[in-house]
């Protein structure tokens, strides 16, 4: 079983930044594909970013070159750096971790990016 728990959404202007933590509790953390996903109002549920257990990164074209995402095993972490923003950017973001056949999702926080 793994909790995940979000912090870091808030509400920037457009073309600033804002990083994204998620805190994982459990075991085997370093075994975990980790995500990044986000939800826009009447949207569905989107792939923002991924990291899997080896470093490997893969990112949704709209964010490529803005956004980063990266882990720390040693934390339990997984950050999500975001650089010059757009007010199309503003979403629920969610951590999503999946191991095999098991998935686990935090809760969410809320990135606003408006002038």
């Known amino acids: 079983q793994v909790q995940l728990v979000e912090s870091g959404g808030g509400l920037v202007q457009p073309g600033g930044s804002l990083s994204v933590s998620c805190a994982a509790s459990g075991s085997g953390f370093s075994t975990y594909t980790m995500s990044w996903y986000r939800q826009a109002p009447g949207k569905q549920r989107e792939l923002v970013a991924a990291i899997v257990r080896g470093g490997n990164t893969n990112y949704a074209d709209s964010v490529k070159g803005r956004f980063t995402i990266s882990r720390d095993n040693v934390k339990n972490t997984v950050y999500l750096q975001m650089n010059n923003l757009k007010p199309e950017d503003t979403a629920v973001y969610y951590c999503?971790?999946?191991?095999?056949?098991?998935?686990?999702w935090g809760q969410g926080t809320q990135v606003t990016v408006s002038s």
């Open positions: 999503n971790a999946q191991r095999w056949s098991s998935e686990y």
